[in-house]
C-alpha cells in the first residue's frame, strides 16, 4: 500500500521536472530566435539545472552566452555538451569562436592568449575531421592560425617564438589557399589569403 501511494507521487514529480523543463526549454528558444540572448540565457540556464544532459538546452545556452559576450561561459557549456556528443561539430565550432574572441581580447593575459589561440585551432581542426566538406572551419582556422602568428612574431613579448610564428602564418595560408582554390570568385578569401602572406613575407 505504502509504494502503490508513493509511486503515483514520485510520477507526478517527473512529470512536472519534465514539463517545467519543456516550459524553460520552448521561452529560451523564442527569445534565442528574437535575438534576446540575455532572456534566452535565464530560461536555459533553469532547463539544465532541471536536466543537465538535455544536449538541445545546452547547444542554445552556449549559443546564447556566445552571442552575449559570455565567452568563458559559452565555453563551459560546450565543454558539457561535447562529453555529451563527441561528434557535435558546431559545439566544436563556436566553442572555438569563442576561444578565439578571447584569445584577441586585450585584455586576456598573454599566457591565456596562447591557451585560447591554440584551443581554437584545436576545436577547427576536430569540426574538419568530423565535417572536411565545411569550408568554414578551413577559414576560421585559417584566419586564427593568422592571428596566432602575429602574437607569437610580436618581439617584445615573452610568448615571441619566430619558428611558431613563422610555422602559424604558413598554416594559415595554406587554409586559405585551400578555400580560394575551391572558391575562386571569394574576393574575401583572396583578401585574407595576400594579408597572410604580406606577413609571411615580411618576417626577417
Known amino acids: 500500500m505504502k509504494f502503490a501511494f508513493i509511486f503515483p ?15 524553460y526549454v520552448t521561452l529560451g528558444r523564442q527569445s534565442l530566435i528574437q535575438g534576446d540572448f540575455k532572456s534566452a540565457v535565464t530560461q536555459l540556464e533553469k532547463a539544465c539545472v532541471v536536466d543537465s544532459t538535455n544536449s538541445n538546452a545546452l547547444w542554445m545556452l552556449g549559443y ?11 565555453i563551459a557549456t560546450y565543454n558539457k555538451l561535447i562529453e555529451l556528443k563527441p561528434a557535435d561539430c558546431s559545439a566544436y ?9 578571447l584569445a584577441r581580447d586585450v585584455q586576456t593575459p598573454e599566457k591565456e592568449k596562447e591557451k585560447f589561440f591554440l584551443g581554437a585551432i584545436v ?3 576536430k569540426a574538419s575531421t568530423i565535417e572536411p566538406a565545411d569550408m568554414k572551419y578551413y577559414q576560421n582556422r585559417g584566419i586564427l592560425y593568422r592571428d596566432y602568428g602575429i602574437f607569437k612574431l610580436q618581439k617584445t613579448s615573452k610568448f615571441y617564438d619566430k619558428a611558431r610564428g613563422v610555422d602559424a602564418l604558413k598554416a594559415s595560408v ?4 585551400r578555400l580560394l582554390a575551391d572558391n575562386p570568385s571569394r574576393k574575401d578569401i583572396s583578401s585574407l589569403l595576400d594579408q597572410s602572406r604580406i606577413l609571411l613575407a615580411s618576417v626577417k
Open 9 to 23: 507521487l514520485l510520477l507526478i514529480s517527473v512529470i512536472g521536472e519534465s514539463q517545467a523543463q519543456s516550459a
Open 64 to 74: 546564447s552566452y556566445f552571442h552575449s559576450e559570455n565567452y568563458k561561459k559559452s
Open 123 to 125: 576545436d577547427l581542426t
Open 174 to 177: 595554406a587554409d586559405l589557399d
Open 93 to 101: 565550432y563556436y566553442r572555438a569562436l569563442a576561444k578565439g574572441a
